[in-house]
């Protein structure tokens, strides 16, 4: 099995829209009580937050003025948190532009089940079928890439290597660009041979308007008998991926949307406008460029990103991907016994890596955002990357005995991490401190007086 590598950050498309909506409701917020006026003004802001995010206009008109409805009418404004009641029903809301239908993939009893991937030219769909067969074999699930795309040889080339770097199989033909559909069809007879769970065939990529390509499509369609037909959604595309997939789910019938490159730095609201505008699901999410970077859509988890709220539940579910049962027992048991050593640092700091980026992983905890600018340079990834070349550079007698790194040593560490000795003075003095904290809260001090006598604030 692949390495999990680390994920990007799902919600840097939004960083903008998720700016200024926390603005708009911080000034709700402040005002305590607020009036239909308050709520009409807020609601102009997020409006226009929403057209600067390249959300389509329809979709941003509507979206408000189901805000506005509920929140007016419905004696919002004289309860006791109005500001809070508005913020809910926007959140709410936005949960419901993200989550149109069943987000989830259901196997049919009888195997092979057929996803065809279908989307424009250049919308990543030879990554993404890579990318969703390594997600459903971590399901347990068994998979064969088919490479339908004949009229561009270097994308059967692609998902063959793909396929090879994965350890996951790949079906293809030499065949003319006409042949498509007989690919696909061959295919999966060969998915039947092999008594797979799932065929994913990457076609080639396609204009809406181009009637005999997307005639070819209804070919394919009809050959194969696909389960799942998902479209590849460019999220940097902006609002041509809007009218793209109203088309494709016109012609094809899509069961759902993936969006493609949500990790980039575009405004990313037409990926917000898709799944309302064809009202079929967002699947998944790709969040960077490597194999594993494909992350399964919960519309309510992204809502709360957006809005600043965090999201707990997916920083648990990569916590636990990262450290064992096992492992949090005998870090445990290493903290108790004042045994914690540079060498179980780390191993710390490189699964906190693999969980993602520091900023990513503080989007996803409440509150945390407006911390930014305010953190120290402790939380940093560069400031990782250096703490971890200089461990890695030590011996591990120098990682389980610290306190009796010399002069000379720490000379000889810091040529070999590219670092300085007062880098590496640092590293120790605060490793220090952490055990100190760690003898603290595991001897005992950890009391009724708080840690090392600090009393704990009344209740």
Do not use: C
């Amino acid at each position: 099995m692949a390495e999990r590598t680390q994920p990007g950050n799902l919600v840097v498309m939004f960083d903008n829209l998720t700016d200024k909506l926390t603005g708009v409701f911080a000034k709700l917020g402040n005002k305590g009580r607020i009036t239909e006026e308050d709520v009409d003004a807020a609601l102009r802001e997020v409006r226009l937050a929403l057209l600067e995010a390249d959300v389509n206009f329809k979709v941003a008109r509507e979206f408000v003025g189901a805000i506005r409805e509920k929140a007016v009418g419905a004696d919002v404004l004289k309860g006791v948190s109005p500001s809070q009641a508005v913020v809910k029903i926007v959140h709410d809301q936005l949960v419901d532009l993200l989550g149109s239908g069943d987000n989830t993939l259901k196997p049919k009893s009888a195997p092979p089940n057929v996803i065809m991937l279908v989307g424009l030219q250049g919308s990543g769909k030879t990554t993404t079928a890579a990318k969703l067969a390594l997600h459903l074999r971590r399901q347990d699930q068994r998979t064969l890439l088919i490479a339908a795309d004949m009229r561009r040889p270097a994308a059967m080339d692609q998902l063959e290597a793909l396929g090879k770097q994965l350890d996951i199989p790949v079906y293809r033909e030499n065949a003319g660009p006409e042949d498509a559909p007989k690919v696909a069809e061959n295919g999966i007879k060969r998915a039947k041979e092999m008594g797979v769970m799932w065929a994913i065939v990457d076609t080639g990529g396609r204009l809406h308007v181009d009637e005999g390509l997307m005639g070819e499509l209804d070919e394919i369609k009809r050959r194969t008998n696909p389960l799942e037909i998902l479209l590849v959604v460019d999220a940097m595309t902006g609002q041509d991926a809007v009218s793209a997939a109203d088309e494709f789910n016109k012609r094809t019938g899509l069961t759902g949307l993936i969006l493609s490159k949500l990790d980039g730095d575009a405004r990313g609201g037409a990926a917000l406008s898709a799944t309302h505008v064809t009202g079929v699901p967002i699947k998944f999410a790709g969040t960077g460029e490597k194999s594993d970077a494909l992350e399964v859509f919960h519309p309510d988890r992204m809502a709360s990103r957006i809005l600043g709220m965090g999201d707990v539940v997916t920083l648990v579910e990569r916590a636990q991907e990262q450290f064992s049962e096992e492992e949090a027992i005998a870090l445990e048991r290493k903290m108790r016994k004042a045994q914690f050593d540079l060498d179980d640092f780390l191993t710390q700091i490189r699964q906190i890596q693999k969980m993602g980026s520091i900023a990513s992983i503080l989007e996803m905890i409440p509150g945390a955002r407006a911390l930014r600018g305010k953190l120290p340079a402790d939380v940093d990834d560069k400031k990782m990357k250096r703490m971890e070349a200089m461990i890695s550079s030590m011996t591990m007698w120098e990682r389980q005995h610290p306190d009796r790194i010399n002069g000379s040593r720490r000379k000889r560490v810091a040529r070999g991490s590219g670092t300085t000795p007062a880098d590496l003075n640092q590293l120790l003095a605060q490793f220090k401190q952490m055990q100190k904290m760690m003898k603290q809260f595991t001897s005992g001090k950890m009391n009724k007086r708080g840690i090392a006598g600090i009393s704990p604030p009344r209740r």
